[in-house]
């Protein structure tokens, strides 16, 4: 197999059927629909759908169906999880602190407080390893006092993940801030504005 043809293997590109209805991915992995529109994307973990544009005109642009509305589907963090979260964040401000968080097949939660050295600026961590049928769905780190954005190391952390990322800031004051978001290798949509 050549570089080319393992890149089409890996992302398949397919036109959107004007007569047929499309069929949802069901293995993990992603691939692009040429929409009338334009390019969107197709994700499916087994804790994520997904179906986004990702470059797309006002008008019609091609002689392809149509797709009708984005889709995303995404589980929701209990709320226990995060409570434990912010205390310890709060423990740990001003440094920055963090915790992966998987997922099982069966919707099970771990939470891994990974190796991790944290100061008011930065947070270093090794990547925590999934076991057999785990995914990486949540990585949360805190900004110590300063409040929650996602800063450009944060994203080059988030670079080639999918997953949700949020941050917890301004935890010496009275109501901590939060950002949240979905990053996939072509979007990231934002999950809390
Ligand atoms: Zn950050």
């Avoid at 890149?7 to 959107?16: A, E, N, R, S």
């Avoid at 008008?59 to 209990?78: D, M, N, Q, R, S």
């Avoid at 407080?113 to 925590?128: E, F, N």
């Avoid at 450009?152 to 109501?175: P, R, Y």
Wanted: proline share 9%.
């Amino acid at each position: 197999m050549n570089k080319d043809q393992f890149i089409q293997k890996l992302y398949p590109t397919l036109p959107v059927s004007v007569i047929a209805p499309m069929e949802r991915l069901n293995t993990p992995g992603s691939r692009y629909w040429i929409a009338n529109d334009g390019l969107w994307v197709e994700t499916y973990r087994p804790w994520l759908y997904l179906l986004q544009p990702v470059s797309v005109a006002n008008k019609g642009t091609t002689p392809f169906g149509v797709i009708p509305a984005p889709v995303l589907e995404l589980p929701k963090l209990p709320r226990a999880v995060l409570t434990e979260f912010v205390e310890r964040a709060i423990d740990a401000c001003p440094n920055e602190i963090g915790c992966w968080i998987f997922l099982d097949t069966e919707g099970r939660h771990r939470l891994v407080w990974h190796d991790q050295v944290g100061t008011p600026d930065l947070l270093h961590y090794t990547r925590p390893t999934p076991n057999p049928g785990e995914s990486l769905v949540w990585d949360i780190h805190s900004h110590g006092k300063e409040p929650a954005y996602f800063s450009s190391i944060d994203d080059a952390d988030d670079f080639g993940d999918t997953k949700i990322s949020m941050v917890i800031g301004s935890l010496n004051e009275a109501e901590y801030t939060l950002a949240a978001r979905l990053t996939s290798r072509e979007i990231t949509i934002t999950l809390n504005s």
